[in-house]
Each structure stands twice: as C-alpha cells, then as structure tokens.
C-alpha cells in the first residue's frame, strides 16, 4: 500500500499546499481521498495512475475537501490519454446526490458522463465496503459536519486510516485502533472551543489513544516549523511522526 499526498492545506491558500487531498495504491485499487484545490493537477505531477482510479471518497462537503469533484469529472470526460473500460466508484456520505446534482446544475449534466461507468455509493457510519479482493474500506462518524466521515483502509493485515476534519473524540480512537498509519488533520496550534478540529496535543492524544504506529499530521491553519511541530508531536506521541507536504509519498 502507497500513500501519497495531494494536499496538505486548507481553503487558506497557500504557495506550497493544495487543499485536502489523499491517493493510496493498493494491489486491487487505486484510491482518491477528498479532492480539494489544486488535487486534479497534482494528481499528473506526482506520477500517479489517476486515469485508472477505481474510487474516490469524500469524507465531506467543505469546499477544501470536495472543491474539485467537477474538474476531476472534466478531466475523466477529455483528459484521459487511453481508452477506459473500468468503473469508478465515487463513495461519499449522505448528501452526497445532491452535490452531484448542483455540480450538473452549474456546469451540465455531461461533466459527469464520462465513457465508463460510474457508480455513486451513499456510505454511512459503520458501513464497510469492498475495494477489491483483499481490500476494504470502512467509515465511521466525525464530529465536524453533520455528514463527516472518517476513513479505514485495510490490505493483507495493514491499515491506514484518515481522519478528515474532526474534532477529538475518544469513539474514533477506536476505530483507528492499531492502524500503521493515521492521516490526522491538525489544524490549529491550541483548541478553538467553537472550530470542530484538532490542535497539536489533541491530535498526539488521539494517536496514542489509538496505538497507531505512524502518525502523518496535515491540514494546517498556521505556518509549519517541521521541526518544532514534530517536536511538539512527540510530547504526546512516542510512535513516528511524519509531517505531512504535498508530494510526499508513504509506503504502508
């Protein structure tokens, strides 16, 4: 299993980090997580086999995270380089029609009518879906929006699990439990008691309470020192923190 990030930004916008934005290679799938500013094209200069995509989550409707769901449909519609049989799954939580129905609105029902199928998947909290053979993925519910969605990932005894946006909350320790790898959104230096994400601590907090292996932080509403933020990371995480950049990739 290969991770590699998108973006590892906001809706804040940033030189050096799209917004939110996730593909993780396995042997049966190829997985987009959230498809934020600037993802489609990172996609291409990252190398990666975006054209056989055989799924795409959306953990939620902020724009960071589902701004470009059109331009990815426009490029499967005119910008694949070979001809494409394959379905793609598109997997989101409630709501997830009626976004698709006002993209249709605003830019023409043939943006998503590319020359394969594609199946849209309503998932909800405790669902767990096939991605293939030996792969699976499984959602559980986030404080954020009333539709967030956390996500787990498994193949052949691994797993990687993604938070989305959330605020702390001691069920999703549960469900991350024992991951190799946790994507985890750190958005903010301290709490906000009115912004639904993660500080610093809360994020070290909940990838100790989970036992996860390795922690990837990303999502960041203030300027990153890697060192220092690693630093304050291991304050209250003794696994490996890796500070997540766009580009980086990851094998899990």
């Not at 519910?141 to 909350?169: F, M, Q, V, W």
């Amino acid at each position: 299993m290969k991770l590699t990030i998108l973006g590892s930004g906001t809706v804040v916008p940033n030189g050096a980090r799209n917004s939110a934005g996730y593909f993780v290679e396995l042997p049966d799938a190829r997985v987009m997580l959230d498809c934020g500013a600037g993802t489609v094209h990172a996609l291409d200069r990252y190398g990666l086999p975006w054209e056989r995509m055989t799924h795409l989550f959306i953990s939620h409707f902020h724009v960071d995270h589902a701004g470009e769901l059109a331009s990815l449909f426009f490029a499967f519609c005119y910008g694949l380089r070979s001809q494409r049989t394959e379905p793609l799954t598109l997997l989101g939580p409630a709501g997830l029609e009626n976004i698709i129905d006002g993209l249709k609105s605003a830019f023409g029902s043939k943006v998503f009518e590319p020359k394969f199928p594609v199946n849209v998947q309503v998932v909800k909290p405790g669902d767990r879906f096939e991605l293939g053979p030996e792969s699976s993925l499984a959602v559980a519910k986030t404080p954020h929006t009333p539709e967030s969605l956390a996500a787990r990932i498994e193949n052949r005894g691994r797993a990687l699990c993604y938070t989305g946006d959330t605020a702390y909350d001691e069920d999703l320790a549960g469900f991350f439990s024992r991951a190799d790898v946790l994507i985890s959104e750190c958005s903010f230096r301290e709490p906000w008691p009115d912004k639904r994400h993660l500080s610093i601590a809360e994020a070290a907090r909940l990838a100790t309470r989970a036992s996860v292996a390795k922690l990837i932080v990303t999502h960041f509403y203030f300027d990153v020192d890697e060192a220092e933020l690693k630093a304050e990371l291991e304050r209250g995480y003794d696994g490996e923190v890796v500070i997540g950049r766009d580009g980086l990739s990851v094998e899990v």
